[in-house]
T-cell receptor, first 113, second 114 residues
Framework: GDSVTQMEGPVTLSEEAFLTINCTYT??????LFWYVQYPGEGLQLLLK?????DKGSNKGFEATYRKETTSFHLEKGSVQVSDSAVYFC????????????FGTGTQLKVEL | NAGVTQTPKFQVLKTGQSMTLQCAQD?????MYWYRQDPGMGLRLIYY???????DKGEVPNGYNVSRLNKREFSLRLESAAPSQTSVYFC?????????????FGEGSRLTVL
């Protein structure tokens, strides 16, 4: 079945450091890929998405590129801020699966001054 | 602009007790979902409702029932709670007319079963 694997956290960075959170997936066909973010005490919200190979999703300084050859969708940000502290979830949507998503386990990011 | 509203936010139950988690959305979305979030497991789909009048099992439906009361409301019921159902439960909704993968989540309901 479909699955999403994320790097384990927590990831602790200093403000202005470069961020990478790894995500790889297993799925049949050509899934759409997503990053969701969960701030403390809140529900998840969509951060960015990519629907086909080589697409780059971007939002709020975060980027991720859909790499079909390596089945990856790594999240990056050039300079993190304390306000980026949250849990980040990688997810996929299988073609024909409506809006049902398969989520990874989540990676907690802590950014310190 | 409420979005997705879940009640209660916190609940403690004893093993064998029953309860219902309520969810309502005001975005006129067709589809609604219940997920549970556990440490190291991420979010797992319990049940979903693609449209009013339909419900389907997700990945982990055992021990749960759902009711799509109308287009706005989707409830999750635990008939006989077990400690393994201790979790954070999230309701979400999406617009079926737009298969974009964007789900809108509530703030979650933290359930502890003793």
């Amino acid at each position: 079945g479909d699955s999403v694997t994320q790097m384990e956290g927590p990831v602790t960075l200093s403000e202005e450091a470069f961020l990478t959170i790894n995500c790889t997936y297993t799925a049949t066909g050509y899934p759409s890929l997503f990053w969701y973010v969960q701030y403390p005490g809140e529900g998840l919200q969509l951060l960015l998405k990519a629907t086909k190979a080589d697409d780059k999703g971007s939002n709020k300084g975060f980027e991720a590129t859909y790499r079909k050859e390596t089945t990856s969708f790594h999240l990056e940000k050039g300079s993190v801020q304390v306000s980026d502290s949250a849990v980040y979830f990688c997810a996929l949507r299988r073609p024909g699966g409506g809006n049902k998503l398969t989520f990874g386990t989540g990676t907690q990011l802590k950014v310190e001054l | 602009n409420a979005g997705v509203t879940q009640t209660p936010k916190f609940q403690v139950l004893k093993t064998g007790q029953s309860m219902t988690l309520q969810c309502a959305q005001d975005m006129n979305h067709n589809s609604m979902y219940w997920y549970r979030q556990d440490p190291g497991m991420g979010l797992r789909l319990i049940y979903y409702s693609a449209s009013e009048g339909t419900t389907d099992k997700g990945e982990v439906p055992n021990g749960y029932n759902v009711s799509r009361l109308n287009k706005r409301e989707f409830s999750l019921r635990l008939e006989s709670a077990a400690p393994s159902q201790t979790s954070v439960y999230f309701c979400a909704s999406s617009d079926m007319g737009q298969i974009t993968g964007e789900l809108f989540f509530g703030e979650g309901s933290r359930l502890t079963v003793l």
